[in-house]
């Protein structure tokens, strides 16, 4: 079955990076579009990037433009997103979902905070 595990989220101080993977399984993983989401508390999930099977980046959201690099590499069925400079209104719980078909990982906390 398909399955999507994120890891990577933690505390971190404002101005810091991290970087999250997510690691695909349960099918072939080279064959999909996938994207980075958010749910900051008290709103609506959010697309923060999105990258086509290929490698290609397909699109960032307008707030992490600039800060945040979503990449894959299809021989290890992993996806990945690079972020820097973070703010506190990037905290939120970050998912990786599968672009075709709608699954979803578990998310991965992620809080920038002093």
């Known amino acids: 079955q398909v399955q999507l595990v994120e890891s990577g989220g933690n505390l971190v101080q404002p101005g810091g990076s991290l970087r999250l993977s997510c690691v695909a399984s349960?099918?072939?993983?080279?064959?999909?579009?996938m994207g980075w989401y958010r749910q900051a508390p008290g709103k609506e999930r959010e697309l923060v990037a999105a990258?086509?099977?290929?490698?290609?980046?397909?699109n960032y959201a307008d707030s992490v433009k600039g800060r945040f690099s979503i990449s894959r590499d299809n021989a290890k069925n992993t996806m990945y997103l690079q972020m820097n400079s973070l703010k506190p209104e990037d905290t939120a719980v970050y998912y990786c979902?599968?672009?075709?078909?709608?699954?979803w990982g578990q998310g991965t906390q992620v809080t920038v905070s002093s």
């Open positions: 990258i086509f099977n290929d490698g290609r980046v397909a």
């Open positions: 349960g099918f072939t993983f080279s064959d999909y579009d």
């Open positions: 979902k599968r672009m075709f078909g709608g699954y």
